[in-house]
């Protein structure tokens, strides 16, 4: 790859204009992803926050669920927040029967498992990979991971409460996913995190 990476945000709900803005101080360029032709060029992928079955839905009738799947598939790196995590996980708990994602990562992720929007809260995350100070994590409505297959590198987990050791963010190769918004809290380091994975996958 010469020069900055291109990173296509999904473009269909959610919260795209915040994802734009962290990419931006991590110095890469986006592009928003509403139609297959919009992947092509892109390096990288990232699914914001949102309504994940909104997301579904729109992807399957604008015809990028497939287009999604076979890039994710040929090895095209891709990080989910929330809803994003949602969309890339390979199973559901809690979705709609007929729900659809685009899959690639090994886990069964439960939707709304902290609870719905009233149960939203804040909480400090340790993420060694991303240094030794924990991150402000945001949880909306937030998903966890309630199993990870043994390719899955499990970065961040719940501290303590209730929900303790419950996982919160993963990798696989070259997907990435964490149940909070990093996007809202201006600490970029998981979006830095990422366009590293995308520069060593280039």
Do not use: K
């Amino acid at each position: 790859m010469t020069g900055a990476p291109l990173i296509g945000v999904l473009a269909l709900q959610g919260d795209v204009r915040e994802h734009e803005n962290a990419l931006a101080s991590c110095g890469v360029a986006t592009r928003r992803i509403r139609l297959p032709a919009d992947l092509d060029g892109i390096d990288a992928l990232v699914v914001p926050g949102g309504e994940s079955t909104t997301m579904s839905n729109l992807a399957l009738r604008w015809g990028l669920m497939e287009p999604l799947r076979a890039r994710v598939g040929e090895g095209m790196p891709a990080y989910g927040s929330c809803a994003g995590m949602i969309m890339l996980a390979d199973r559901l708990e809690g979705g709609r029967p007929d729900q659809q994602t685009i899959g690639g990562l090994d886990v069964t992720v439960r939707r709304n498992a902290f609870g719905r929007q009233v149960d939203s809260f804040e909480a400090d995350v340790q993420i060694l990979a991303l240094g030794p100070t924990p991150i402000h994590a945001v949880f909306i409505r937030a998903p966890w991971v309630e199993q990870a297959g043994e390719s899955v590198q499990v970065l961040g987990t719940i501290a303590s409460g209730d929900a303790a050791s419950r996982i919160v963010a993963v990798r696989q190769g070259h997907l990435l996913a964490t149940s909070f918004h990093p996007e809202l809290t201006g600490d970029t380091r998981v979006h830095q995190y990422f366009v590293e994975m995308v520069r060593e996958q280039a």
